[in-house]
């Protein structure tokens, strides 16, 4: 059980345009979710929290406008990198919570913006 | 803000060895985590303390909680190759919002 999902795994895009990605908890209902941005050998980056049905809480220095992320129901988060450039390739990883301490993560998605 | 110190930052150790990786704070915790993520995929869940002087074993890897809640470790005996990845613990508090805090992690690398 736990498991969540995440969809694209790997996207190239062109500087300018927007990627969506998904994340997806298959087997239980999601509470929250979180995105967390992740450097080569870094630990992760916690960006925003998401509860479902509300405004997600960005952390300072993330740019609400640039990372929209939308929690519509409670087994999907979505979040959108909009007019991507090349700093913000990276790898995102979303987890989600049914309201217990443990958080479950996805397999991570690999953005690439040439 | 609640911070995790987690060292050492990188290990890299031949097959058959034991090692300790800690976990540090000055803030109490009401549970800690603790994750292995391999190389372009997510964090896994090993295991999760909750009461202070809590021990945990999951095979090879020993689990130590704090007596205070501030501070955790885990033990390899008989490192492996298939061991080799980044470590990372969380801790975070109970009552409202859970959002963890992640160590910076460490970065373990088993020779065969």
């Known amino acids: 059980g736990a498991v969540v999902s995440q969809h694209p795994s790997w996207v190239i895009c062109k500087s300018g345009t927007s990627v969506k990605i998904e994340c997806r908890s298959l087997?239980?209902?999601?509470?929250?979710m979180f995105w967390y941005r992740q450097f080569p050998k870094q630990s992760l980056m916690l960006m925003a929290t998401?509860?479902?049905?509300?405004?997600?809480?960005?952390e300072q220095g993330v740019e609400k406008d640039k990372f929209l992320i939308n929690h519509a129901s409670l087994t999907l988060s979505t979040l959108t990198v909009t007019s991507a450039h090349p700093e913000d390739s990276s790898f995102y990883i979303c987890?989600?919570?049914?309201?217990?301490?443990?958080?479950?993560f996805g397999p991570g998605t690999r953005l690439t913006v040439t | 803000t609640q911070l995790l110190e987690q060292s050492p930052q990188f290990l890299s150790i031949q097959e058959g060895e034991n090692l300790t990786v800690y976990c540090n704070s000055s803030?109490?915790?009401?549970?800690l985590q603790w994750y292995r993520q391999e190389p372009g995929e997510g964090p896994v869940l090993l295991v999760t303390v909750v009461t202070g002087g809590e021990v945990k074993k999951l095979k090879r890897l020993t689990f130590q909680f704090g007596d205070a809640r501030k501070d955790s470790s885990l033990h390899i005996t008989a490192a492996q190759p298939g061991d080799t990845g980044l470590y990372l613990c969380?801790?975070?508090?109970?009552?409202?919002?859970?959002?963890?805090?992640f160590g910076r992690g460490t970065s373990l690398i088993v020779h065969p």
């Open positions: 087997d239980f209902q999601a509470t929250t």
């Open positions: 969380a801790g975070g508090n109970l009552g409202g919002s859970y959002i963890p805090t």
């Open positions: 998401s509860n479902e049905g509300s405004k997600a809480t960005y």
């Open positions: 803030s109490v915790f009401s549970s």
């Open positions: 987890s989600a919570t049914d309201s217990t301490y443990e958080q479950y």
